[in-house]
C-alpha cells in the first residue's frame, strides 16, 4: 500500500473538528509521519493505534507542526515500552520544545533523534531537504523511493528552492496560508504554492488560515497549475 493521510491542515491552530500540521506516508508497509501539530494526533492514532510508526520527520519548531510529538511521545513510553526508539527526524529547536511541554520521560530516550539537515536516508526513502524562508529554521524535505517521490514545504515564503522541491514528484505538499494578493515573505499564498509546484503532477494545499474557504484557495491555485489541485481535509486518503 502507497497512500497519504492527512490528519491535520490547519495552520497557528486548529478549527473545530480539524487539526494543525500532520500527514501519514505509507511506502510498501513502512509509516513515516510528517509533522504533528496540534489535534493530529488523535487521527494518527485512528491508524497506528499504539503509535507504531517507523518515523517522524519535523519540519521546524513551531508548536502547530510539533507539539503533539510530545503526545505521542508518552503513547510509545506507556503503550510500547520495551520497543525500540522510533527515529525523529527534527529541525534545531524542536527537542528543546519537547523537553520543555514534557522533561519526563526524556524525548530523546523514546525517540531516536537525528538532525534533519543531515538526514539522507529514512527507511526506503532517499532524503533532500532544503531550507526555505521563515520565522523558526524551516527545512522543506523530499523523500524519493522507487516509483515514489513526495515533497512536503512545511511552513515557506516564496523561494527559488521550491521548484527544486517539486520538480518531478508525484505529490507536494504546500503551505497556502493565505488567499489574494501575498503579504508575507515567510508563508504563502494559494497562488503562490502553485507557481512554486510546477513540475510536480499534483498538488496538495495545506496550512490554511483558521476560517478560510478552502474553495477559493483550490481556484486560485488551479488558475497557476495544470495538474491536479487537492485541498488538505482531515482524514482524506490519496493513493499514491
Given at each position: 500500500m502507497r497512500s497519504l493521510t492527512v490528519l491535520g491542515s490547519c495552520g497557528a491552530?486548529?478549527?473545530?473538528?480539524r487539526a494543525c500540521a500532520g500527514f501519514l506516508v505509507e511506502y510498501d508497509g513502512f509509516r513515516v509521519v510528517l509533522d504533528l501539530g496540534y489535534?493530529?494526533?488523535?487521527?494518527?492514532?485512528?491508524h497506528c493505534p499504539q503509535g507504531e510508526v517507523d518515523a517522524v520527520v519535523v519540519t521546524h519548531q513551531h508548536p502547530d507542526h510539533c507539539v503533539d510529538v510530545s503526545g505521542?511521545?508518552?503513547?510509545r513510553y506507556y503503550e510500547?515500552?520495551?520497543a525500540p526508539p522510533v527515529p525523529l527526524h527534527c529541525t534545531p529547536g524542536t527537542l528543546d520544545v519537547l523537553r520543555a511541554l514534557e522533561p519526563n520521560p526524556d524525548p530523546a530516550d523514546v525517540?531516536?533523534?537525528h538532525d534533519l539537515a543531515s538526514t539522507m536516508r529514512i527507511g526506503p526513502f532517499d532524503v533532500v531537504t532544503v531550507e526555505l524562508p521563515h520565522y523558526q529554521t524551516n527545512l522543506g524535505v523530499r523523500l524519493s523511493a522507487p516509483g515514489l517521490t513526495v515533497a512536503y514545504t512545511g511552513d515557506s515564503g516564496p523561494s527559488p528552492e521550491l521548484r527544486r522541491l517539486a520538480e518531478g514528484a508525484d505529490v507536494f505538499i504546500?503551505?497556502?496560508t493565505y488567499q489574494g494578493a501575498p503579504v508575507s515573505d515567510y508563508l504563502m499564498t494559494a497562488a503562490e504554492a502553485a507557481r512554486a509546484a510546477r513540475g510536480a503532477r499534483r498538488l496538495v494545499l495545506t496550512h490554511f488560515w483558521p476560517g478560510s474557504d478552502r474553495a477559493v484557495s483550490v481556484r486560485e491555485a488551479e488558475a497557476e497549475f495544470d495538474g491536479e489541485v487537492i485541498a488538505a481535509d482531515e482524514g482524506l486518503v490519496l493513493s499514491l
Open positions: 491552530w486548529p478549527e473545530p473538528g489535534a493530529a494526533l488523535p487521527r494518527l492514532l485512528e505521542l511521545a508518552r503513547v510500547a515500552p520495551d525517540f531516536a533523534v504546500s503551505d497556502a
